[in-house]
């Protein structure tokens, strides 16, 4: 790590950043950084985002930043929140229904497709000023302590800026290139099968053992077994449906880790459930088959340089029964802009190291929660205590919870600590206000 000088004065000069990925993370980053008066750059190696994908739940911790960012209107039209959830073990016996509250701790949850999502805030972005490029395939990172520069490589070209934010998401190339981990992403043990469809052509209405999706309007089930678990929703009026179906997978994810998957494959993880599971399965006319990969947790975010800072799936892969992978995206890109904003142009380096140390516990605890939910779904029938409650958990610390005001409150201090005490990473060393509790 450099070491790191600190002007008292404040720089209120611009900071210019290049950001490398269009996910959540990368765009809520490229979002906040421009509503704070950073220039943003952001990098994009597919060459558009779909507007479609199947469904992606945002809590209240996320909803805050959007309702924040004036979205909230536009994201509740697009809005599919169920009011409860539906749980049943793999028998069909119902073990919970959970109220699933569209507003928590004062502010709202965003559910919906993961495009038309991403395209609200993809066309905000744009509007107040990140310059969004496509087909931009980043080779290569690199930083000038002298010059104080960091920056990429695109098609043999050099871009610089400040400071780099590989938010390149959990196959990330920026951890080995930027921060020289060995870490390849490996196998969490766990795929996903994913199907979204029409309902009425595919005759979900039609099915005694499905119409009740469709007469619902809206509808949300879920059922549960050893190592499977299985979730399926009705939208839109009971039009639109999906369903998603964790299941365990030992293949090796180098060869493909989203193909189209088979149904046939997929009916044989519930053979012996609940006929309704089938009947359900059966009327995609397609899925794809999507690995969930992992990485044990990173030492450091940051580069020995000390402007390159991965965010988001790169830094932290979630497993999906986390819900919260993207919505930790979200919350870093708005806690790094934030802090980047309170260091100024002079003092990047140190911005990124109050950012690492303000946000590695709390995504670290927000990761565990996604394993401990999924070790709960994936309990047989039989080995679950009989009083024993299933449900997704809707903790207040997590949920209520403002990233940036967490990052403006916890600024001064935190970089206080680090001047005093030397930067230690957060892997070694948890400053104690940057607990999560
Ligand atoms: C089945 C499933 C369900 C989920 N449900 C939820 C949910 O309900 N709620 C929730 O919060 N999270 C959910 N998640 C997790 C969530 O989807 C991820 O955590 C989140 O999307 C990660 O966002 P990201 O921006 O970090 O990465 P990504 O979305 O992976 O984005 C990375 C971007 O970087 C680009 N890129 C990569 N390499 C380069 C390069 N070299 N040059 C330029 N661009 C590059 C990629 O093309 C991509 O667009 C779910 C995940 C799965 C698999």
């Known amino acids: 790590m450099p070491s790191i000088s600190c002007p008292s004065q404040v720089e209120s000069s611009p900071i210019d950043l290049i950001v490398v990925g269009c996910g959540f993370a990368g765009l809520a980053c490229a979002i906040e950084s421009r509503r704070k008066g950073h220039n943003v750059i952001l990098l994009e190696k597919r060459t558009s985002v779909e507007s479609l994908g199947d469904v992606i739940s945002f809590a209240p911790n996320t909803g805050r930043l959007f309702e924040k960012w004036g979205l909230g209107e536009q994201l509740m039209e697009v809005n599919t929140q169920h009011p409860h959830m539906t749980l049943h073990n793999c028998y069909g016996e119902i073990i919970n229904v959970q109220p699933l509250p569209q507003s928590l701790y004062g502010c709202n949850s965003y559910n919906g497709r993961r495009g038309e999502i991403h395209q609200i805030l993809l066309k905000y972005a744009k509007k107040i000023g990140a310059d969004i490029r496509f087909s931009q395939d980043v080779t290569g990172y690199w930083e ?83 190592d499977v678990h299985m979730l399926a929703m009705s939208f839109k009026s009971g039009d639109e449906f999906c369903w998603v179906l964790t299941h365990r997978d030992d293949n090796d994810i180098e060869e493909s880790w989203s193909f189209p998957g088979k149904i046939s494959d997929v009916l044989s993880c519930v053979e012996g459930w609940d006929p309704r599971c089938r009947a359900i ?38 497993l999906p029964t986390s819900i919260q992978g993207a919505s930790q995206g979200v919350e870093d890109g708005v806690a790094l802009a934030t802090v980047l904003k309170r260091a100024g142009k002079k003092n990047v380096p140190l911005g990124l190291q109050v950012f690492e140390h303000i946000r590695y516990d709390r995504v670290r605890r927000a990761q565990q929660q996604g394993i401990s939910t999924r070790d709960k779904l994936h309990k047989s029938p039989d080995a679950r205590a009989e009083d024993e409650e299933v449900s997704l958990p809707f903790p207040e610390w997590l949920l209520n919870f403002d990233a940036e005001r967490n990052a403006n409150d916890l600024y001064e201090v935190v970089k206080a600590y680090i001047l005093t005490e030397g930067y230690k990473r957060p892997s070694e060393l948890i400053i104690p206000c940057c607990r999560s509790v």
Do not use: M
């Not at 400071?163 to 196959?171: K, M, N, Y």
């Not at 000390?306 to 932290?316: E, K, L, M, N, T």
């Open 144 to 226: 000038d302590g002298e010059r104080n520069k960091a920056g990429v490589v695109v098609d043999g070209q050099r871009i610089e800026a400040d400071v780099v934010v590989a938010a390149d998401g959990a196959r990330s190339r920026a951890r080995k290139l930027a921060l020289g981990c060995e870490d390849d992403a490996k196998p969490s043990g766990y795929a996903v099968y994913r199907a979204w469809f029409n309902s009425k052509e595919q005759g979900i209405d039609k099915d005694p053992l499905t119409d009740f999706f469709y007469k619902e309007g809206g509808d949300f089930h879920g059922w549960i077994g050893k």
């Open 281 to 318: 399965i059966e009327k995609a006319p397609s899925c794809v088959d999507w690995k969930l990969v992992y990485r044990d947790p990173s030492p450091t975010w940051i580069s020995s340089g000390g402007r390159v800072v991965v965010i988001g799936d790169a830094a932290h892969p979630f």
